[in-house]
């Protein structure tokens, strides 16, 4: 199983970024059961949670980002996103996608996202 994200780049603030996490190898099966989850790590500090889409569909997302991000999934792509509105040079970060499939956890490379002022 493979985790493939993409979608970062370069915005001003207030703009908007969609990123995606595709999962090439993985059972269709699987990923629908799956835990899916967005994290990001800022230059010199920790990696940190975004958001998480549950196995029981509950999705949550770190404070900073609530009514900002939306976290998302097309279980016909094996693909979860997350789309970033109302973007802040706080969070510039190399975003990371994870799937947890109840026995194995898989990481994407990640995918920078810079926000200028």
């Known amino acids: 199983v493979q985790l493939q994200a993409s979608g970062g780049g370069s915005v001003q603030a207030g703009g908007s970024l969609k990123l995606s996490c595709k999962a090439s190898g993985m059972i269709w099966s699987v990923f629908t059961a799956s835990r899916l989850g967005w994290y990001r790590q800022a230059p010199g500090k920790q990696r940190e949670f975004v958001a998480e889409l549950t196995t029981s569909g509950t999705i949550n997302y770190q404070t900073s980002v609530k009514g900002r991000f939306i976290i998302s999934k097309d279980n016909s792509r094996k693909t979860v996103y997350l789309t970033m509105n109302s973007l802040e040079p706080e969070d510039t970060a190399v975003y990371y996608c994870?799937?947890?499939?109840?026995?194995?956890?898989?990481w994407g490379q990640g995918t920078l996202v810079t926000v200028s002022s």
């Open positions: 994870n799937i947890e499939d109840g026995s194995r956890d898989y």
